[in-house]
């Protein structure tokens, strides 16, 4: 069977459209279709309205105004052409010069046909495009240039510079106080016949007082102030910043046991200039603020006393200042409280102050009645905190007395842990002192230093030129006595890493180490002058700096060389150094003199070396060890010296 072909389809066949009309759509009927309705034009503009007011907004206005006409016109279609009349001068202008380039070009196609007429003359340029084309250029001169100059005189310069310190921009605001409260009083008026003016006057007055002085002595202006000085010294001392930061002494390369020490800033104030610089000492939460105790270590010509807390970012200026009846002779900050600075003075009052408080006065103050000392107190040291307990802090002082002070809720309550007698024998009967010892009397301490590796264990150093060996545990006797200065003891310290060696600092010109086992002292270092004071630096256990009288600081390295200093240089001229301290984490090293100056020394990296620790060993068990390797061999050639001494 076979398949039919399908049926031919023709050609030309409109396709079928079909109208839908989507949901929502309005139907029209064939009259509404074909309705016409009209819309009307009209010479009123609806936009215009009724109320002719208007408001002005402009800043010196601010006001309604009238405005009496308004256009009425409404443009719905403007269109600039381009026709002009044909019997004008213009349209007449541009018939013949249309007339005449066909001419023209009807003229060049003949001669393109014809060359004859091209030998003529005749031109055969043809525009290419059936627009009125032509070809225009035109030459113009280029107008030469002038330089013109003018010779002016310069106007004068004044050169002005100023120092702009705390006390000046309060005088400012204070003046410029007292200039409005003028202002204001002068321009206040007063009604007649009443004292309701009166009381009214007086009431604005106090209200601005009250705003100025809020504003004057608000702790935000305070902090302003003080960013701004640190900002002005910080400019003012640049280089000093500088060579704080960044400077290292090149020379120490060359040098195998020498070093220097760079001087930075001096604090000191007018108030203090005729002051002795007593005690010093570092904040230990704020590494670059330190406290300074002013008072007189001639004790015919006693004057009142004062604390000043200087900052490393403010040189010219102490950050806090404490006034004080009786002249310092010590102070410390407690080691977790930094806020609390205990203060000893020359009559033997103690008092301790709460930097934080706008007060100046102290939180704390011993009397007669709470035990206070009966001579001079020269040193305090603040005890660590124990839990659940008031916090306390022991004091030494010539009256033969070491005091345990306890801080209670109203006063200061005093026990005597040790008093120092003059004889350190005692006898069998309960531990008593002997009689001949208690008619002479007890001897006078004049610096103690608590171990931080023995609970309760002190030592302490006498006027006599003795140390005693002390416990808080046995106040009636001595728990070893040693022997080896001939003068008052101005300083002792414990050693930072070993616990049984410490340093002593006496005025017979001797800084001498010591271990606490052995009545004699290891090594003794003649300085050749009075000394002030000797402390541990807190990166070494072999290094230590003393200052003596004659102005120098002595810098010791036993791991380097045993008998000279590593650094032997005079910082001042013309006055006596009292006091050294290291800071704890820079290597800084603060010192004090006769003067109330204070000076900033900074280490050259000879005078800071830190032995470095082999594997397995903390940097503590490597100090204790270096410092034994010195201790064994100077006890090894003392020991051959007596032995040559005896042959």
Not at 227 to 252: C, F, G, H, P
């Amino acid at each position: 069977m076979s398949k039919q072909a399908p049926a031919a389809q023709p050609e030309n066949v409109e396709p079928v459209k079909e109208y839908v009309t989507l949901p929502g759509t309005v139907t029209l009927t064939e009259e509404e279709k074909q309705e016409y309705k009209d819309r009307i034009l009209k010479a009123v503009n609806p936009n215009i309205r009724s109320v002719l007011v208007t408001f002005s907004h402009k800043k010196d206005e601010r006001t309604y105004k009238y405005v009496p006409t308004m256009d009425q016109t409404a443009l719905h279609f403007a269109d600039d052409g381009h026709s002009i009349r044909r019997d004008s001068e213009e349209a007449k202008k541009q018939a013949e010069e249309k007339e005449r380039l066909w001419k023209e070009l009807a003229l060049a196609e003949e001669a393109e046909k014809n060359p004859e007429l091209a030998e003529q003359g005749v031109s055969t340029k043809i525009l290419k495009n059936q627009f009125n084309y032509c070809e225009r250029a035109s030459q113009t001169f280029n107008n030469p240039l002038r330089d013109r100059t003018a010779m002016t005189e310069p106007p004068p310069i004044i050169t002005f510079s100023s120092t702009a310190t705390q006390w000046e921009i309060y005088d400012a605001y204070a003046e410029e106080l007292r200039q409005q409260q003028a202002a204001t009083a002068k321009a206040a008026k007063v009604p007649l016949g009443g004292k309701g003016g009166k009381e009214e006057k007086s009431k604005e007055q106090e209200q601005v007082m009250e705003g100025s002085d809020d504003i004057l002595n608000s702790p935000n202006m305070l902090h302003s102030l003080r960013l701004m000085e640190r900002m002005v010294n910080q400019n003012t001392y640049n280089d000093i910043s500088d060579d704080y930061k960044y400077w290292e002494d090149a020379a120490d390369q060359f040098k195998e046991d020498g070093g220097t020490l760079l001087p930075l800033w001096k604090f000191t104030s007018d108030k203090v200039k005729k002051k002795t610089v007593t005690s010093i000492c570092w904040n230990p939460k704020y590494n670059d603020m330190f406290a300074v105790g002013y008072g007189s270590y001639d004790f015919l010509k006693q004057q009142s006393g004062m604390v000043h807390c200087f900052t490393l970012k403010n040189p010219s200026f102490p950050e806090y200042t404490f006034y004080c009846d009786s002249g310092v002779m010590c102070c410390d900050f407690h080691p977790d409280h930094p806020s609390l600075l205990a203060v000893g003075l020359y009559d033997g009052s103690i008092q301790v102050f709460d930097v934080r408080q706008t007060s100046k006065k102290p939180i704390y103050m011993s009397t007669v009645k709470t035990g206070k000392h009966m001579d001079p107190v020269w040193q305090v040291y603040w005890l660590p905190e124990e839990p659940a307990k008031n916090l306390t802090f022991c004091s030494v002082s010539s009256d033969g007395r070491v005091t345990m002070w306890t801080l209670a809720k109203n006063e200061l309550q005093y026990t005597n842990i040790m008093e120092l007698a003059l004889n350190d024998e005692t006898n069998d009967k309960g531990g008593q002192v002997d009689t001949d010892a208690a008619l002479a009397g007890l001897s006078g301490g004049t610096c103690f230093d608590f171990s931080s590796f023995m609970d309760g264990i002190f030592v302490v150093g006498t006027e006599e030129g003795k140390i005693r060996k002390c416990c808080r545990a046995y106040n009636s006797q001595y728990l070893f006595s040693y022997e080896g200065h001939t003068m008052p003891i101005y300083g002792i310290q414990w050693n930072r890493f070993h616990p049984d060696v410490f340093l002593t600092a006496s005025s017979d010109w001797t800084v001498k180490l010591w271990e606490q086992n052995t009545k004699k002292p290891l090594v003794s270092f003649d300085l050749g002058s009075s000394v002030g004071e000797a402390c541990w630096a807190p990166y070494s256990s072999t290094v230590f700096a003393a200052v003596t009288a004659d102005g120098k600081v002595h810098v010791y390295d036993l791991n380097e060389n045993k008998h000279e200093p590593m650094c032997d240089q005079l910082v001042v001229r013309k006055a006596k150094l009292t006091r050294i301290c290291f800071n704890p984490k820079s290597p800084i090293l603060l010192v004090g003199d006769d003067r109330g100056t204070v000076l900033s020394l900074k280490l050259s990296p000879n005078l800071r070396k830190i032995t470095k620790t082999e594997d397995g060993k903390d940097r503590a068990q490597t100090e204790i060890e270096k410092l034994n390797k010195i201790i064994e061999i100077t006890t090894k050639d003392r020991q051959l010296m007596e032995k040559a001494g005896e042959e």
